[in-house]
């Protein structure tokens, strides 16, 4: 009986198969164990003398069909996926079959090596790439590993293969990888590598990243749960600069093969531009607006009564009315804290243009905005530190400009419960707005849920959402607030929240009392403070 089906795609007919087969020529392996599927442009193509037995099948034009096709004619027990321009290492067939000898429930997978000019930017982010995919196979635990699968050095069980429904949407190679996941498959990495048969060229890699695109976009609308784990999931970072450039990349106003040679310079914003292209052309256009731009998470503290002056920390209760004149305006889509948890608990998108409002500490202050927001008709939320309520900020500032929140008047019972029947929805900012990560385990459980129990006991509510005082939050801290109960957690860290962003560990965009109208609005627009911080500046 044969043991190992060597399945060779040749890209579709449009490479010839000739650089893989003469190196499975110089295999160390008993030629009676294994058998060579070539899929080939046409049946009955030429190929080298070889040891194993050699089947050439007609190509579909789509890969994963043909990998299909070849799976369908396979007799071996085991089957190993190689394409034509990759040179497999002497040892590789018997590493792999080693690999299935144990049990019928592995998955084996080897590296790639990238071959090229040293000096080729293009040659070293795709070796870079490879070496962090490898690395995070070797630590994946649980059933991860789905997550770093490729159709190239690939091993497994056909029935296995069979059972999880091949290549076939929707996912490609992650697709197949997710369903063997969930048939209890764990996955081994082999040591073995296959090699490029040549440069790697920019047309080729642009290719692959715009089927990976397509691929993870078309299991996403499969698995919805799958979604958090994909590279899609993660809005647009880095400068401003570099974002505007991908969103325009992204957009298709460029054509790729027009980027061949800046390619070899900035591979890496090219090649995620041809993922996003990929996305781009299987995604509705709700779908596509939902995953390119995150969630924006507004930050407010304290509201200034009239005659007190602007700061950081305090923004004029004004400023603030024609800030959600503004968002009414230009159609900005404001929700809820808890509803945004809530879409991401039922692994949902947020509309687009989201948008959630938050107020830090529970100021008296704060109540001056409760009838512009229930003019609007926006929900709010409020982090209020327990053991404060209805006294003064007593806490640590550690920043000259916050000295106009120094003694601050904080709202009292009465007044939290007034919001709460209007609509504000109230979250916990700890018992005494401590720095959290300075505490012993039992001081952070009692500053996490003893807040949160204070607060309900006193609101007759629930509470579901945190904020962490100055921001200040690491492993241990994010780990107390899900034993809590909570839904999520806040920080300070800026940016926009994807599908991506750990619940417990959200961003936000601090509005400060200085801020324009226009600071206000490239603030929200651009994800970052870097465009309001310049206008500030010039003013």
Known sequence: MTELSVIVTAACGFSPPGVCLAALARQELDPGA????????????????????VRVLPAPRDVDAARDAGVAQAAGRVVLFLDAGVVPAPGLLAEHLAAHMSGPDAV?????????RAHDGLRRHLAEAERGRCTRLAEANGSSWWLELTSVN????????????????????????????????????????????????????????????????????HAPAALSELPLACPPSGRLRARLAGRLLANRVIPLRALAAPARVWPDPLLTAAY?????????????????????????????????????????ARRFRRHMAWLRWSRWR??????????????ELPPPRSVVITFDDG???????????????????????????????????????????????????PELRELARAGVELGAHSRTHARLTRLAPAELEEEVRGARAALELGLGRPVTTFAYPYGDQGPDVRRAAARGGLKGAVGVRAGLNGAATCRYDLRRLEIRGTDSLLGFALTLWSGDRWLGDRLARRR
């Open 363 to 413: 100021y008296a202050d704060t109540a001056l905005a409760r009838d512009v927001l229930e003019r609007h008709r926006f929900p709010a939320t409020v982090f209020v530190v327990s053991d404060c309520v209805g006294g003064r900020s007593s806490w640590e500032l550690d920043r000259p400009e916050a000295g106009a929140l120094a003694r601050r008047a904080m709202l009292g019972w």
């Open 34 to 53: 294994a058998e060579v599927v070539v899929l080939h442009g046409a049946a009955g193509a030429r190929v080298p003398r070889l040891p194993f037995p």
């Open 108 to 116: 084996a997978l080897g590296p790639i090596a990238v071959r090229g």
């Open 334 to 347: 404001v929700i809820g804290l808890e509803r945004y948890l809530d879409l991401r608990a039922r692994h």
């Open 276 to 316: 996003w292209r990929g996305v781009r052309g299987v995604a509705d256009r709700d779908t596509w607006r939902r995953l390119r731009r995150g969630t924006a998470i507004l930050m407010y503290h304290g509201l200034g009564t009239r005659g007190e002056p602007p700061s950081r920390f305090v923004v004029p």
């Open 154 to 221: 690939l091993s497994l069980p056909r029935a296995a293969l069979l059972a999880a429904g091949g290549f076939g949407p929707p996912g490609g190679a992650r697709g197949l990888g997710r369903r063997l996941a969930h048939l209890g498959l764990r996955c081994r990495a082999l040591a073995t590598p296959v090699a490029t048969g040549g440069a790697p060229s920019f047309r080729a890699a642009a290719s692959a990243a715009r089927d990976a695109g397509r691929a993870d976009a078309g299991l996403a609308a």
